[in-house]
């Protein structure tokens, strides 16, 4: 079964042939879901340098899919036609996007022209997977898509953002010379099921941290803000904006707009995990934006989009994730996730047992 979607180039052959990169990872893995669903034959590159087989391994059989152990870095050959790319090949979380900083500017610069290559070669439309990091330390709050940014360009950061602004630039570059059809979608804070349990971003590190009864490490004072948006939204969103007509190019901001701070979402997962862990102050690291929020009127306007998963929800389905991932693990034996039901207040225990 195919979905067409409004938009769509009418001449486009059905089913479509789309390509993901990054597609093992923790959203490029619900892209590969999705597309599969609504019938398009789906092939996933990634060098799992942040992704795991785990994410992909129900789909290995499916007909439709074929997973291709490959770094982007190196060119790419896929056989065939091909109608789409979603590049998401990129370490996201600052901890591991500077393992390998070096790594990670040529993953966001090389990586991204080996894909428009393979773009031009196959006369598809590529959207890229860009990110809020483009706007830096951000001094406009809320953040517009026309904001030009305050990227500290030689800082521990800078290997993603100024290696994302640059793929940007390759981007736009790509479509005024060759005519590509190109789309780019500015990503905010993403969280959900299939994060790595030692990912490093905040909101999987606090529901590690509050599962396991670890203290929940804040860094800097905690009033830092950021904006959480659940991946079922991003996709719907990245799937609107691919197969949005060709004017719609982007950059389009992805993102929910209800801000809060660190500190706050730290009590939300406490709350939603029943956990008693307390709060541990550490230092905050280099370049840390102090506030970010996207603007996301484009999005709407021109896509119908905007974000639907409240926090809770998100958050719920997050955990009861990490739950059984860490049931499923040598340590603990069993998991007890603690909650409140959001009507009468009573605690629900829900014990998972180690398969081990
Ligand atoms: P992730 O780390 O879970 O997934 C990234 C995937 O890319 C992994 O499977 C990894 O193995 C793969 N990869 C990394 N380098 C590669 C390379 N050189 N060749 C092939 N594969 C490679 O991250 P994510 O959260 O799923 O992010 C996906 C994309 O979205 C990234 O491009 C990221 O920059 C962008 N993004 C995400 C967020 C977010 O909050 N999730 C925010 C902004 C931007
Ligand atoms: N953060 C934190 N504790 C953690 C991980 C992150 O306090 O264990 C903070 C981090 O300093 C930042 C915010 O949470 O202010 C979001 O960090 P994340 O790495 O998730 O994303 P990004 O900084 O790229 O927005």
């Known amino acids: 079964m195919t979905m067409h979607l409004p938009g769509n180039d009418p001449k486009l052959s059905y089913p479509r042939h789309t390509l993901v990169t990054g597609g093992a ?23 799992l340098f942040t992704g795991s087989m785990r994410n992909i391994r129900p789909l290995l059989n499916h007909p439709h899919f074929q997973f291709i152990e490959h770094d982007v870095r190196q060119p ?62 951000p001094e406009i709050h809320p ?45 905010f804070n993403t969280y959900g099921p299939r994060m790595l349990e030692n990912d ?7 529901i590690v941290q509050a599962l396991q009864g670890d ?15 659940f991946v079922d939204d991003l996709i719907r969103g990245l799937e609107l904006l691919m197969e949005s007509p060709a004017s719609v190019t982007g950059p389009i901001n992805f993102g929910n707009p209800q801000e809060m701070s660190i500190e706050a979402i730290a009590h939300e997962i406490l709350a939603c995990t029943g956990s008693s ?14 506030r970010r929020k996207p603007l996301i009127e484009a999005a709407e306007q021109l896509l119908g989009w905007r974000p639907r998963i409240p926090l809770r929800t998100g958050l719920e389905a997050t955990i009861a994730y990490f739950a059984l991932q860490l ?28 398969q081990s």
């Open 25 to 47: 990872g923790s959203s490029g893995s619900h892209v590969c879901d999705s597309l599969l669903q609504r019938g398009d034959r789906v092939i996933c590159v990634d060098n």
């Open 143 to 187: 953040q517009p898509e026309s904001y030009v940014g305050h990227v500290n360009a030689i800082g521990p950061r800078a290997c993603y953002d100024e290696g994302k602004r640059a793929a940007e630039a390759l981007i736009f570059d790509y479509q005024r010379v060759f005519d590509l059809q190109v789309k780019v979608a500015r990503i």
């Open 215 to 229: 203290p929940i490490t804040v860094y800097g004072s905690g009033k830092q803000t950021r904006c959480f948006c």
């Open 327 to 354: 049931a499923g693990s040598a340590k603990p034996e069993t998991v007890t996730l603690t909650r409140r039901t959001p009507k009468k207040g009573v605690r629900v225990r829900l014990t998972v047992a180690s």
């Open 76 to 137: 790419i050959r896929i056989d065939g036609a091909l109608d789409r790319i979603y590049n998401l090949a990129c370490p996201a979380s600052p901890q591991h996007y500077q393992r390998d900083p070096i790594g990670t500017m040529k993953t966001c610069v090389v990586g991204t022209m080996n894909v428009l290559e393979l773009a031009r070669q196959k006369s598809c439309r590529v959207l890229q997977a860009s990110t809020s990091e483009v706007y830096g330390d």
């Open 200 to 206: 490093g971003r905040v909101v999987s590190n606090f």
């Open 277 to 290: 862990s307390t709060l541990q102050f550490k230092p905050l690291p280099q370049d840390d934006p102090k």
